[in-house]
């Protein structure tokens, strides 16, 4: 019995953006096809013939992963879906196999630091409580003080006021961002795992996709090495865009 090698990724394949003209699309704002007033995925497929005739390589589309909006998308609820907003998972299938036809390549952007506090595994570490593998893959601490009234540390949002906020029970979870994005624990191997399968099982996990990390994993957990199954290993504090060859991450591998 014999089975198939897959052939060796070349340089070329995985390093085309060095040279490429690539176009930023918001979704939001970039073509609206249903006219409610928002711009969304047949809305960009639609003008995807004219990048194509100005010379664009590729176009890096901003999330519009399943979100309640409370940061236009950046903070994810549903990493394997498509936010209605902006479409359905058929109209990110349509729009990638256009681009495919065309010859753009499609990058779009992960969002790893943080999810939103809507998301099913935050949910699951809220009702789990201390201690519990839920809560693990999330930053949750106790709070400093005789009660554990104030925060663990001083670290601040980017968006102002403290990186911490309490829950019922009294513990603190890490938010480097606005209070309903909190900030995974990419210590925990669950979390490298959760993204490898989110890249494998999404609609970018075509040969014509690839990803951008945006907000990428920071200062709490910016040691750890992640290693991929297809054995490269990424920094996660790295923020670039890359190839297609493993159909997942695009931060820089080696």
Same mark, same amino acid.
């Given at each position: ?133 839920? *809560?693990?893959?999330?930053?949750? #601490? ?6 554990? !009234?104030? =925060? /663990?540390?001083? +670290?601040? @949002? ?41 890249? *494998?099982?999404?609609?970018?996990? #075509? ?6 990390? !945006?907000? =990428? /994993?920071?200062? +709490?957990? @910016? ?32």
């Amino acid at each position: 019995m014999t089975t198939e090698q897959t052939p060796p990724v070349t340089p070329a394949e995985t390093e085309w953006w060095r040279h490429a003209v690539i176009y930023q699309v918001y979704p939001r704002s970039f073509a609206d096809a249903d006219g409610d007033g928002v711009g969304d995925l047949p809305g960009i497929t639609s003008r995807l013939p004219y990048l194509r005739d100005l010379g664009v390589d590729a176009i890096w589309i901003s999330p519009f992963y399943r979100s309640p909006q409370n940061d236009h998308g950046y903070d994810v609820s549903d990493y394997c879906d498509i936010d209605p907003l902006f479409g359905t998972l058929e109209d990110a299938d349509t729009l990638l196999a256009t681009a495919h036809e065309l010859g753009i390549k499609v990058v779009v952007d992960l969002v790893p630091n943080h999810s939103s506090d809507q998301h099913e595994w935050f949910q699951a570490a809220l009702a789990a409580g201390p201690g519990s593998p839920e *809560r693990a893959r999330y930053v949750f #601490r106790d709070g400093r003080g005789e009660d554990g !009234s104030e =925060p /663990p540390n001083n +670290w601040l @949002s980017v968006f102002g006021g403290s990186a911490w906020d309490r829950v019922e029970d009294g513990q603190w979870y890490l938010h480097l961002f606005d209070s309903s994005q909190p900030d995974f624990d990419w210590r925990n191997p669950e979390v490298g795992d959760m993204f490898e399968d989110v890249l *494998r099982s999404s609609p970018r996990a #075509r040969p014509s996709a690839a990803a951008r990390t !945006s907000t =990428p /994993p920071s200062r +709490w957990s @910016s040691g750890p090495t992640v290693t991929s199954r297809c054995g490269t290993s990424r920094r996660s504090t790295t923020s670039t865009v890359a190839g297609t060859g493993c159909s997942r991450s695009t931060t820089a591998t080696g």
